[in-house]
């Protein structure tokens, strides 16, 4: 009965300890300028900055000078058929190539269509004609603009004139299956604008929750570290006496606090601002339940590291480039090497972006996302059983602290 009484008094100990950390925590928490902004301001704020920067998706209307040496019908005509898309707007038609290379340096225009001399000829003549394109790579998506319109119009006019210069055979559809057997029809799937934002934005607010939880509780480390007389993470207290509930206690203050954050996020941002949100709400949930943990134990394992209240802005902030990129979204997964693959399942934010956007904009189930489903719950588990680590060696290092202390004021006195 003593041993059955022992344990009861031990479980009701540490039930009434989690919350008591817990308490203290979110008291933390709120008195911290520097984490309510992390925690508070950041995620909300950077989800409206990046979708209102965004928000256009695509380019219209990008800026184009044609050098037209050949004066042509056709070179006008090709030139009128460019400037009537609405990706591209010529600004200006010049004989001279110099010229359309000062308005590029003078940012008066962003491409230059080149049509050569003997454009029509060779075209009346039954030859093969080119159009160089030059375009300004500072950014792609002028490139993307320029390249898709001149490319649609080309194929345009030039199933045009074939169909003119073949002798009428037959009906005039037998002729159009004749000069374009195949036709060509573009369908974009899950991306109907071909925008940045519909396939870039929900990645950065994935990553948005991972990294204001690794900064916010990186201070917070780092700052108990700065006001422990020891320098340790965990205070001298009866309280703080036990591993597991020192780390249940400050998850528990962090859950609370990102389920309101990712409510904010993944569901009221993206209906602002129109982004794809063909998911499933239920698959969402269950999927972003192990990524926030996972980010959550992930931080609390790094904050063991902090030293200062300052480290973590210096040390994780230039992260978040890199990570976009390792997880496959801005720069295909294909062509990362192995090693940084690797790499990149360290961070939760990998699984967490790839399986995100699956479900998010694809519509896939957690059946098709079961891999980086379960990689996430394997993170937050590796990375609870490091967080317990540290904070043990931390209780006990914070209680040699206070031994060492004691013996050397008793001999003194």
């Known amino acids: 009965m003593k041993r059955e009484h022992r344990l009861r008094y031990i479980i009701k100990e540490g039930i009434l300890d989690t919350f008591y950390i817990w308490k203290d925590e979110l008291k933390n ?15 909300f ?8 920067i965004y928000n256009n ?9 044609v050098v037209d040496q050949s004066d042509s019908y056709l070179s006008r005509e090709f030139t009128r058929r460019v400037n009537a898309t609405p990706d591209v707007r010529v600004v200006a038609v010049s004989t001279d190539m110099e010229e359309a290379r000062r308005m590029l340096d003078r940012k008066e225009a962003y491409g230059i269509l080149y049509f050569p001399a003997e454009f029509s000829k060779d075209l009346h003549t039954g030859k093969q004609t080119t159009l160089p394109l030059y375009c300004d790579m500072s950014s792609l998506l002028f490139y993307k603009a320029f390249l898709l319109a001149t490319t649609e119009v080309s194929l345009d006019l030039g199933k045009e004139i074939s169909l003119a210069r073949r002798p009428f055979k037959g009906t005039v559809k037998e002729e159009e299956i004749t000069v374009d057997p195949i036709p060509y029809e573009s ?9 940045f934002a519909s396939f870039l934005v929900p990645a950065i607010l994935i990553l948005v929750i991972q990294q204001t939880l690794v900064l916010g509780i990186g201070m917070l480390g780092g700052t108990a570290r700065e006001k422990n007389r020891f320098h340790c993470l965990v205070p001298v207290s009866r309280h703080f006496n036990g591993t597991l509930r020192i780390v249940l206690g400050k998850s528990l203050t962090y859950i609370l606090i990102y389920v309101v954050v990712c409510i904010w996020v993944l569901a009221i941002v ?15 949930l269950v999927f972003i339940l192990p990524y926030l943990f996972a980010s ?3 931080a609390m394992t790094l904050s063991g590291f902090m030293t200062t209240r300052e480290a973590p802005m210096l040390v994780f902030v230039f992260t978040s480039v890199i990570l976009i990129f390792i997880s496959g979204v801005s720069w295909p997964k294909e062509a990362i090497p192995p090693f940084w693959q690797a790499v990149g399942y360290l961070f939760p934010s990998t699984p967490g972006i790839q399986g995100f956007i699956r479900i998010n904009t694809c519509g896939a189930t957690l059946s098709e996302v079961m891999h980086e489903y379960h990689t996430l719950w394997i993170q937050a588990g590796v990375y609870f059983v490091l967080a317990l680590i540290i904070y043990r060696f931390q209780i006990i290092r914070s209680h040699r602290s206070l031994s060492e202390d004691i013996e050397d004021i008793l001999p003194s006195s």
Do not use: R, W
């Open 29 to 43: 928490v709120f008195k911290d300028e520097g984490v309510l902004i992390f925690f508070f301001l950041v995620p």
């Open 45 to 52: 704020a950077y989800p409206l900055l990046y979708s209102f």
């Open 57 to 65: 998706e695509v380019v219209h209307e990008a800026k184009m000078v």
């Open 187 to 195: 369908v974009t799937l899950f991306n109907t604008q071909n925008g």
């Open 270 to 284: 993206p209906k602002l601002f129109s982004l794809p949100q063909v998911g499933d709400p239920v698959t969402v």
């Open 296 to 298: 959550i134990f992930f």
